[in-house]
């Protein structure tokens, strides 16, 4: 199966807040973007999957293909430090958290463990489909956590992928993890 993932366009909030699953609105240059994005993705899909957040919603209803709503595709749940800006975040949080980020969770919120474990399960959930090309749409942490996945590098390393908004990753979901691939990072 031919796997599309794109991070959805940029937000409408100033640089520095951390937003995690709080449903924040798109820029108002969307179209651009998506122009941008339908030049680079293929037409029609078996499938597109979605993040129940608009910040996806809206780009995911934009293609033909039927959509599917799934949670486990939500970024990940920043808890009390959601749209808070980082510098108002006490350091020694973040230290605690950023050293550990595979346990240690955000007070109220999820650990990167925990993220990871709800791609995986989507995944595993994909894999036992008959599509031939699917398209996802999604946040920078669950792309993270599929690229780890398909690459097997320690969970520890996943935050220091770089996912820009609008950002492609395809990939090849064969039938069992071993044939899984990398095709390209548009």
């Given amino acids: 199966m031919l796997v599309y993932v794109i991070r959805h366009t940029p937000v409408d909030l100033p640089k520095g807040y951390c937003y995690g699953q709080t449903d924040v609105p798109l820029r ?4 651009y973007n998506l122009k941008q994005i339908s030049a680079t993705l293929p037409s029609e899909f078996d499938q597109v999957y979605t993040s129940p957040l608009q ?3 809206i780009l995911a209803n934009t293609f033909s293909s039927p959509v599917v709503t799934d949670p486990r595709l939500m970024e990940l749940h920043f808890g009390d430090w959601e749209m808070r800006t980082w510098d108002t975040i006490p350091k020694e949080e973040i230290d605690q958290w950023s050293a ?3 346990v240690v969770s955000p007070p109220n919120g999820e ?6 474990l709800r791609i995986h399960d989507f995944l595993h959930d994909l894999r036992s489909k008959s599509y031939k090309k699917v398209l996802i749409v999604t946040h920078g942490g669950p ?4 690229w780890q996945y398909l690459l097997g590098f320690p969970i520890e390393h996943t935050f220091r992928i770089p996912i820009g908004f609008n950002e492609v990753l395809v990939f090849h979901l064969g039938e069992n ?3 899984d691939y990398m095709i390209q990072k548009q």
């Fill in 28 to 31: 108002k240059d969307f179209e």
């Fill in 55 to 57: 910040r996806c919603q």
């Fill in 100 to 102: 550990n980020l595979e």
């Fill in 111 to 116: 650990n990167l463990a925990t993220l990871n």
């Fill in 143 to 146: 792309i993270r956590c599929i």
């Fill in 177 to 179: 993890q071993q044939a």
